[in-house]
């Protein structure tokens, strides 16, 4: 008997799917496309085809690691959606966002993208406003058209599906791939130390160039939470809290001002001012200019104490100024690039505001632009600040180029000390001066630089320097104003950090200032220059005058108590005694008290510096040993309970401010 046997499948055999050829098409499509989206990046943020492919070529195990990591991501991003040419364009545009977003900062500031970035949020945006050019624009279209590319494959893939038992697997896989590297497992550990990858925590840019950017963004994540120093307990901070009541035997009671006659019995208002990116470009090694555009800062280093303070940012990162100066903490101790103010001040942390507000103060922060930028509206509330008045709480302010002027923030200050019937701690950031320099922002510029300068630099030069005179003047503005004062003042002056005059390093490259635009292969007195800046003081009272060669940020507070012969509370005691030793101190250089220059902490001084970095993890991270052994109070201080109330929603109305309104920002940013 005959059989009419039928196959399953009913479809003419040239309309069924071949398997074999998706297959293969799938693991082509799913190696290249990382292989692809790896050089891509490095190209993007390296901006030289040869320097890419000879990372790539020297490099290959390192290379080979980023490809994996973009591969768990692409798999990642499918087992999600199913579809390869979306989760492809998905997967190239958030790898080409990191390398857009890297560049761009390792341009404005020399630092790279970290993990932690993420968290700015509308500060990230203001500051990408503030980025264009034609080699940016390019990066940006280069994304853009291979998203589109990778997209337009859609119609041209073989489609092939898995059962959804597969993709939850691929997916749990690739995730855990990235967790594992992300915080180091023991195997990840181990294939990392096979491959010989080398992490540069304390030097991030290098990190990013020797390792790759999706394998240094991936080793960063582990750095989001600060590790425990080993030698971290509560014996070794007993010993650190019997140190510093041994120490202060010898100074109690030194509450009482400089001078009693002079001060006529008042405690003397302390003014710190943060000017923005203030630095003295008369320093340029081949630059002159027409005329002195600081001569304040000139005149204030004959007369005054003054010196230079050591900045652990260049171009940007002003509250990480702010979080040394202010809690005495070091940035040295930090993973590289993070923001404190983002990340880490999310309860009560000791500070000179709540030290001042002990004593009878009241400590104001003031600030000539938004709030919430750096998280400062929540973060002054926890450094003990009684108020914070930003720019939305200044009424009709005058403007200078882009910004709120040097010359209100300096009127700002004096109505609220007149005012004020306590004396006060007030600190004060300035924004005038902000970057970018490169158009005459004021007009005709009243500063003219001559030296073997492009046009481009002179103008960003020139347009910096009447700048950095406006600051000039709005302190000279606050002297005029305190010498006539009765009440006893004292002026803290300086940057947070140089300003950024063009794109790799333009500026200070053309002038001679350093001779490489590469951060990575400057000498340590060029470091030690990069980040060196000006610091005066002014008193309208007797005070001797004292020179400082050098001081890292995070020990001015307890050098201006000693200036002030204000008894320093434990933490600060302990920044003095190192400063005696160490008085600069960043995560790659050191400088020593003879002021000579290492790239790590001698082993002399390693063991008091174990115990600074101790009490800063005990203070921000730890359990608070050193509270239990020495100032209890002041280390145990919870925020203000009327934090702000002068600038309360009330005082808005009532002043006709639009607390909406946002202030003036650049053209490009607008």
Partial sequence: MHLNL??????????????????????????????????????????????TVQWITTNRPLFLLNVGLSFCLLAFIYA?????????????LLLGLMALISYMKVKMIGEPFFPWDILLNKESMDIASLVTGKAALLRIGAVVIAVILVFLLKWILPRISFSIISRIGLGL??????????????????????????????????????????LAFTLNVKNSIVQKPETYSDQ???????????????????????????????????????????????LLTNVKFSEDPVPTLHRLQKESSSGYLLS?????????????????????????????????????????????????????????????????????????????????YFVNPETKGYFISDAEVSRSIIDEVDKTEDPMFMYTVTMQNH????????????????????????????????????????????????KQSDEPTMIVFYGDHLPMLGLDYQVYKEAGFIQSSNANNWSLEEVKKMHSIPLVTWSNFDMPKQDIPLLSDSFLGAHVLDMLHME???????????????????????????????????????????????????LLFGKQYLAEHIDHDYLTKTSQDKYNAEFGEEHVQAAGVNSNSPPAKPVSAQ
């Avoid at 999600?80 to 190239?92: N, Q, R």
């Fill in 6 to 51: 039928k196959p399953r499948n009913h479809l003419p055999k040239k309309m069924r799917p071949n398997r074999l050829g998706a297959t293969i098409s799938l693991l082509l499509f799913m190696i290249v496309l990382p292989v692809l989206s790896v050089a891509g990046m490095e190209l993007l943020e390296r901006g030289s085809l040869h320097e």
């Fill in 80 to 92: 999600v959606v199913g579809s390869l040419a979306i989760s492809g364009s998905i997967t190239t």
């Fill in 173 to 214: 896989f690739s995730l855990y791939a990235l967790y594992a590297f992300a915080i180091k497992t023991p195997l990840a550990g181990k294939i990392l130390d096979h491959l010989g990858v080398n992490e540069i925590v304390w030097n991030q840019k290098e990190n990013y160039a020797n390792n790759g950017l999706a």
């Fill in 236 to 282: 070794s901070i007993a010993t650190v809290a019997a140190n510093l009541q041994e120490a202060g035997t010898q100074t109690a009671g030194l509450k009482k001002s400089v001078d009693a006659d002079s001060l006529k019995g008042k405690k003397p208002n302390v003014i710190f001012i943060m000017s923005e990116a203030f630095w003295d470009p008369t």
């Fill in 312 to 392: 652990p940012q260049f171009g940007g990162g002003t509250s990480n100024v702010e979080f040394e100066v202010l809690t005495g903490n070091s940035m040295s101790f930090l993973p590289g690039g993070s923001i404190p103010y983002q990340q880490y001040i999310t309860k009560p942390v000791p500070s000179l505001a709540s030290y001042f507000a002990d004593q009878g103060y009241k400590s104001m922060g003031i600030h000539s632009y938004e709030g919430w930028f750096w998280n400062r509206n929540s973060v002054y509330k926890e450094l003990g600040f009684e108020s914070f008045k930003s720019s939305e």
């Fill in 435 to 482: 970057g970018p320099y490169d158009e005459p922002r004021y007009g005709e510029n009243q500063f003219k630089a001559q030296g073997d300068l492009t046009p481009e630099a002179k103008t960003i030069l020139e347009t910096y320097a009447q700048g950095a005179h406006d600051a000039d003047q709005s302190l000279q503005m606050l002297i005029d104003h305190f």
């Fill in 568 to 618: 320093k509370p434990a933490n600060f005691k302990l920044n003095a005694e190192l400063a005696a030793q160490v008085p600069g101190l960043l995560s790659n250089l050191v400088v020593d008290a003879n002021q000579e220059l290492h790239a790590k902490v001698p082993e002399s001084s390693q063991a008091l510096l174990n115990d600074y970095r101790n009490v800063q993890y005990d």
